[in-house]
């Protein structure tokens, strides 16, 4: 007993010091995307329901898929396709995506970006609850070339386990028939300790299971 409630400290201690590490909760990489649909499913990740939504009032005909980019891809995922919108009288719109953190903290949201001409300038907002939505930042270094954008959110509580968490990036500035084109976008987020902990008690019980059936082939020897 005494050696089991010893290894229960050190999974405790090895949980609460230990660095841990992020995991992929949602990611778009377009490759599949058709070119006018508004909603789009997470590609991979631990949340398949994770979903990209373009503003309704984004005509379709002003969305396409050209050619992607491996910046910022997940493992050896191709090229493929990217998310292509134009301006077409559309400053002021853009899209949320939505993903589940319930068991997740410190979230960090990149993507590979690029304009064309006086294209769009962007700004990253997020939520907890889709209505209310707080600006995080400006999306700089833009150009004709894709250029990765990183931004971690981890000082923002409130989304730290939130089953509801928001981010939206909203597109103004642009020439009409100017672009915006994101690829490869990433939320990665680092598991609660509520949820390692139940790893933690999980691998104890198993432990504990075979500790039991090992003494009782002994007695029985």
């Not at 903290?105 to 006086?118: D, E, I, T």
């Not at 209310?132 to 930042?137: I, K, Q």
């Not at 028939?177 to 008690?201: C, H, K, R, Y």
Request: hydrophobic share 40%; charged share 15%.
């Amino acid at each position: 007993m005494r050696a089991t409630l010893t290894f229960v400290g050190i999974i405790a201690l090895t949980i609460t010091t230990s660095s841990v590490e992020a995991s992929l909760v949602a990611n778009w990489n377009f490759n599949t995307y058709n070119g006018d649909d508004h909603s789009i499913l997470s590609d991979m990740g631990t949340d398949a329901g994770a979903t990209l939504t373009i503003d309704a009032a984004w005509p379709s005909t002003a969305l396409s898929a050209p050619t992607g980019t491996t910046n910022n891809a997940v493992g050896a995922t191709p090229a493929g396709s990217a998310l292509s919108l134009t301006e077409d009288g559309t400053n002021g719109l853009g899209f949320t995506m939505q993903a589940d953190l319930s068991a997740y903290m410190n979230p960090v949201l990149s993507f590979a970006y690029k304009r064309s001409g006086q294209g769009f300038d962007g700004e990253l907002f997020w939520s907890t609850d889709n209505v209310t939505f707080t600006s995080f930042s400006t999306v700089t270094n833009m150009d004709a070339s894709y250029h990765i954008h990183s931004y971690d959110l981890s000082a923002i509580d409130a989304l730290d386990g939130s089953s509801t968490a928001f981010f939206r990036i909203v597109l103004s500035g642009a020439n009409a028939g100017q672009t915006a084109d994101f690829d490869n976008i990433q939320l990665n987020a680092v598991p609660e300790p509520a949820s390692m902990a139940m790893l933690g008690v999980g691998s104890l019980a198993f432990l504990a299971v075979n500790r039991r059936r090992r003494r009782d082939c002994d007695l029985a020897a």
